[in-house]
């Protein structure tokens, strides 16, 4: 391995030559409706073919931070947001498609869809207008047992979440106007519920074959609403399922099916499967269904733990596709005394990483302590030597 001070100073080329050149940027026409248009930047420099360019200025979604409250943990919030960009490049380009956050569907939408259905009575308790009666969870009649009544009629929708993709309009150069929108459903695996405002929390388990025929069902109704929008009446729509985790667990949900609909179409044809998943390293379900992926796991763990002998706190999260392993993420949180150790330590953790995980896998490792961040470890696959940051 090389010197620290060399990896340095390659840390501080690298950032030179891929520092985002911020005189590079494209103004264009924005059409917002029929009649209006609006001046915005998009930046030609775009840091991986992976993500979308923003339009700028940045427009802030009209359902901005709903998703903080309604998902359980922040692990689902962002790989709901990041799954649904990756879902959205099945049909819309990243060369092509520029990303905005959603501008139609705003939060007292979001919020009225997301309740359950009301009757007569409960309406009324809520001075709420029959109009405003569109939940899209089951009806709660409110007799009865409370646990019969929540093991019956769940609350499988948790969040909703809009957005735009623009595209450059056909025979006017330099104006986008909205190409698509990819909406995302985030469904509950666990239907929290108390007796009582105040009273013990209890749960649900709600199988993934009831989750995906509710969520398809939800679904439909979502697209043909989106089409009683006006502007929404004929652009293509791709919306993705999104099965949340518990609030205990440490690893994030994945999607685990999508659907197009075609331009000016109300109808939800095929759908597909995402063959996406975390799992947590160690566990008992990476025991079972990736026994090496974890044996190797394992061994670097144990080289970790021969530097501090009476630490045992490496957690690891492997990213699968199609059940092959894509990228693991390992958070190695260490007590240091001084800099020199958290150096000595992070060198030796950068050769067992080249030593122990396959070629051909992505990882990255995080070292922390109580300070804060102490060290970060990129290698991507089939890299010669990795990419090591030690934070001042």
């Known amino acids: 391995m090389r010197k620290l001070s060399m990896v340095a100073l390659s840390l501080v080329l690298l950032l030179t030559a891929c520092a ?5 940027q494209e103004e264009v026409v ?21 993500y979308y360019r923003t339009i700028m200025p940045f427009q802030p979604g009209e359902a901005r931070g709903m998703v903080v409250n309604n ?28 990303f905005k956050e959603g501008q139609y569907l705003d939060s007292r939408t979001v919020g009225l869809w997301l309740n359950r259905k009301f009757n007569e009575n409960q309406l009324k308790e809520r001075k709420m207008k029959a109009d405003d009666n569109i939940g899209l969870n089951p009806l709660d009649p409110g007799n009865g047992d409370v646990h019969k009544r929540n093991e019956k009629n769940p609350i499988y929708l948790a969040h909703i979440l809009e957005h735009n993709y623009l595209v450059q309009s056909s025979g006017e150069k330099g104006t986008y106007q909205l190409g698509g929108i990819a909406i995302g459903l985030a469904l509950n695996s666990v239907h929290y519920y108390q007796e009582e405002q105040y009273g013990a929390v209890f749960e649900k388990n709600i199988t993934r074959s009831v989750l995906e025929a509710e969520g398809k069902k939800i679904a439909q109704e979502v697209v043909s609403r989106l089409r009683g929008i006006k502007e929404l009446q004929d652009v293509p729509i791709t919306i993705g399922l999104f099965e949340q985790e518990s609030r205990s ?27 996406e998943e975390y799992i947590l390293f160690p566990s008992d379900k990476a025991e079972k269904e990736h026994r090496d992926d974890l044996t190797f796991f394992q061994n670097f763990k144990q080289d970790v733990e021969e530097y501090f002998p009476n630490f045992n706190g490496v957690i690891g999260k492997g990213f699968y596709i199609d059940g092959q392993l894509q990228e693991m993420n390992i958070n190695i949180p260490i007590q240091f005394y001084g800099k020199a150790e958290a150096i000595g330590f992070t060198q030796y953790v950068t050769g067992l990483v ?25 290698k991507k696959p ?8 030690i934070y001042q």
């Open 20 to 24: 985002p050149n911020f005189q590079k």
């Open 30 to 50: 924005q059409k917002t409706d029929e009649d209006t248009k609006e001046k915005a930047i998009i930046p030609k420099y775009k840091i991986s073919d992976e």
């Open 354 to 378: 080249m030593e122990h995980f396959p070629s051909y896998i992505s990882v990255q490792v995080s070292v922390s302590s109580v300070m804060g961040q102490e060290a970060l470890i990129v």
């Open 249 to 275: 667990s440490v690893v994030p949900g994945n999607f685990f099916a999508y659907a197009q609909v075609s331009q000016g179409s109300s109808n939800i044809g095929s759908w597909k499967d995402v063959k």
């Open 71 to 98: 998902l359980n943990t922040r692990y689902d919030i962002t790989e709901f947001e990041t799954g649904l960009m990756r879902i959205a490049q099945n049909a819309f380009s990243t060369d092509k498609y520029v």
């Open 382 to 389: 089939d890299q010669d030597e990795p990419f090591v940051h």
